[in-house]
């Protein structure tokens, strides 16, 4: 990609930029590297390089294969039958099933979650601490995503959990980190004050273009959004200073051109930045499909290609699917499951129903207990922990496993019927993104 020839040892997770000649020897060459396979390797490339050039190149590669950097074995195999459930350390609190917009795409049915409009009280998100107080077991920091439909609808509430949280905390040895996702229709100088002293981070959704936001975020009347939000979102940033936040889109069939969103936010002022593909029902008109793979493909590599450039020139900004760090990256189990749904993380609906994640909500098969009554289904949780890369036959054989850790169980068990299945559109663009944050990674080391 971008005239790189990049090599990825997926076991060990080495990359290695290579030129022309030994990318085409790795086609031709495989351990034990000995006197027999050069001779099979000069046999294959003579005529398309030179003889000593070759016999340089093996012993190279011959080289990374004894260092442990190239046709390495799998070493994480052996932890994935040891994948016991963690103590919960994560909710995502849906301190509102309802929403002041009627995006096209919302999964959550325009934000009831298609069980009726409703907002958590208060004493419901005092329970929901408790419990994450108690499930959490010696685990010190954790992490409270205040979520929507829209959040701030239920503002009252959603400050006064935090104060609730706070007290606990000091009581119980626990440090909690809040976050709140936003479509900003409401927020003010006090909110904003608010949010900047308490949200560790804060999400702040737009799909990024006028024309782009308005034709599938718009409000209950059908007006457009746009202009209401930017200054106030221009505004939560300007005053979180160095503060962690991001402004996050989506993007579907009626914008593959998605690269200018991402840059039209940048040009807002915007430097931490998501724009991630819409996961919807076929025949939506939409819907992201294989035919449009292609297309988008390009679009991220055209992307990629403007942030070097942008980096180089001292203007660079961040886009979440292209941060990767190739240095040290999670930790064994991280890559074996991923985002930890089901497990070490949860969801609670205003009724105080617990489901593995803000995705299951609704679906009553995936209901895990409830704070009402003190239920929760430890078997399923249990499921969910042992889900991992080497459950899931078709992560087995992919290059990209222990970056992406399985993918979304919720997208798996909503559009392929199980969460050891993988989605292969998001698989697909997933890989992609990988390909182009390698090559980032690449560019910038030069």
Not at 181 to 190: A, C, P, Q, R, W
Request: charge should be negative.
């Amino acid at each position: 990609m971008n005239g790189f020839y990049i090599v990825l040892d997926v076991n060990s997770g080495a990359v290695h930029v290579v030129d022309k000649l030994i990318y085409d020897m790795l086609d031709v060459v495989c351990p034990p590297f000995s006197a027999d396979g050069m001779g099979k390797a000069v046999e294959s490339l003579d005529g398309e390089y030179p003889r000593e050039e070759i016999c340089e190149a093996y012993e190279e590669l011959a080289t990374l294969y004894r260092e442990g950097q190239l046709f390495t074995e799998d070493d994480y195999g052996q932890y994935a039958g040891k994948m016991v459930a963690s103590p919960v350390k994560a909710l995502c609190l849906h301190v509102a099933h309802d929403c002041n917009l009627r995006c096209q795409y919302c999964f959550a049915s325009t934000g009831d979650f298609g069980g009726g409009r409703s907002l958590m009280p208060v004493e419901t998100g005092k329970k929901a601490i408790d419990f994450l107080i108690k499930s959490s077991a010696g685990r010190r920091n954790l992490e409270v995503d205040f979520f929507g439909g829209e959040p701030l609808m239920n503002w009252k509430m959603v400050e006064e959990t935090v104060r609730y949280a706070r007290e606990q905390e000091k009581i119980h040895n626990k440090n909690f980190r809040f976050t709140v996702t936003t479509n900003g229709m409401l927020l003010d100088d006090e909110k904003i004050d608010f949010i900047n002293k308490e949200m560790s981070n804060v999400v702040l959704s737009i799909d990024g273009r006028r024309e782009v936001n308005d034709r599938v975020r718009s409000r209950v009347d059908g007006s457009g959004c746009y202009d209401s939000i930017v200054p106030k979102f221009q505004k939560l940033v300007e005053r979180r200073g160095d503060g962690q936040y991001y402004v996050r889109g989506t993007y579907t069939k009626y914008n593959l051109d998605f690269a200018q969103d991402v840059l039209h936010l940048n040009s807002l002022g915007f430097d931490q930045i998501s724009v991630e593909p819409v996961v919807s029902d076929p025949g939506l008109p939409y819907t992201l499909e294989e035919s449009d793979l292609p297309a988008i493909y390009a679009e991220y590599e055209r992307l990629a290609k403007t942030m070097i450039q942008r980096k180089k020139e001292g203007k660079g900004f961040n886009f979440f699917h292209f941060m990767l760090d190739l240095d040290q990256g999670p930790c064994a189990i991280k890559r074996l499951r991923g985002c930890g749904c089901g497990n070490e993380y949860v969801a609670i609906t205003p009724d105080g129903d617990i489901y593995p994640c803000h995705q299951f909500v609704g679906q009553e098969q995936w209901k895990m207990g409830s704070l009402n009554d003190g239920t929760f289904d430890f078997a399923m949780k249990s499921d969910f922990a042992a889900a991992n890369v080497y459950t899931k036959p078709d992560c087995q054989k992919c290059w990209a496993r222990f970056y992406c850790s399985g993918g979304c169980n919720a997208n798996s068990a909503t559009y392929c019927g199980s969460i050891h299945k993988p989605y292969k559109i998001s698989c697909d663009l997933e890989k992609k993104r990988l390909e182009c944050a390698i090559m980032i990674k690449a560019a910038m080391a030069e």
